[in-house]
């Protein structure tokens, strides 16, 4: 019994490690894989609007792992990176002066959204305060950590499509109630034309 307990917690701290281990593939890899990475991050930040940098120092792997599912469900690239081959990632790029910050564990976020980056990071360490926002970058402007929550809180380009499209939805069915209602007023099938360029009127 006691051998069986003993072999079940050496199991789940060796699952712990390799989940660390893991995690931080990127810290420990020869110059082949060194420069794949490189290349992987440098096609990300070319697509990307925005990075944002944050510490996970004293983070649990699960945690981290919930954060990587938020942001691949935001079309987010998330990434555990050896800060010299970010720094070599954004050289020459419009994100070069974002390496100055690239200090510490680091975890990396990129998205091609504007705002969607931010909004992943800064929602998930408002529930983990082992995650801190250290830095960031958007088209070439860097951004303080307080800079990166305002950005966070602007409506990302799906909520704004998604709001367009419900006041437009919304102008839309008051259009057709008052049509409605002109023609029920004036006990006929078809709205006159003067009365459709009213009612189109009062819609706007």
Request: neutral net charge.
């Amino acid at each position: 019994m006691v051998v069986l307990l003993a072999q079940g917690r050496c199991c789940k701290r060796w699952n712990a490690c390799k989940c660390i281990l893991d995690m931080e593939e990127d810290l420990s890899l020869n110059l082949q894989e060194k420069q794949t990475v490189v290349a992987e991050v440098s096609a990300q930040v070319a697509q990307s609007q925005t990075i944002v940098l944050a510490e996970y120092r004293g983070i649990k792997v699960a945690d981290i792992t919930i954060l990587r599912a938020n942001a691949r469900k935001s079309g987010v690239y998330l990434h555990v990176l050896k800060n010299t081959l970010a720094r070599r990632a954004v050289q020459g790029t419009s994100f070069e002066p974002l390496a100055e910050s690239m200090v510490g564990p680091l975890v990396y976020s990129m998205s091609a959204d504007a705002v969607a980056a931010a909004k992943v990071m800064c929602d998930f360490a408002k529930t983990n305060n082992k995650l801190v926002i250290k830095a960031g970058a958007m088209s070439g402007s860097l951004l303080s950590a307080e800079q990166v929550a305002v950005l966070a809180a602007t409506p990302s380009r799906d909520e704004l499509i998604a709001r367009l499209m419900a006041t437009m939805n919304a102008t839309t069915a008051k259009f057709v109630r008052t049509l409605a209602a002109i023609r029920d007023a004036n006990g006929v099938v078809d709205a006159p034309a003067e009365a459709v360029a009213e009612a189109a009127a009062e819609t706007v």
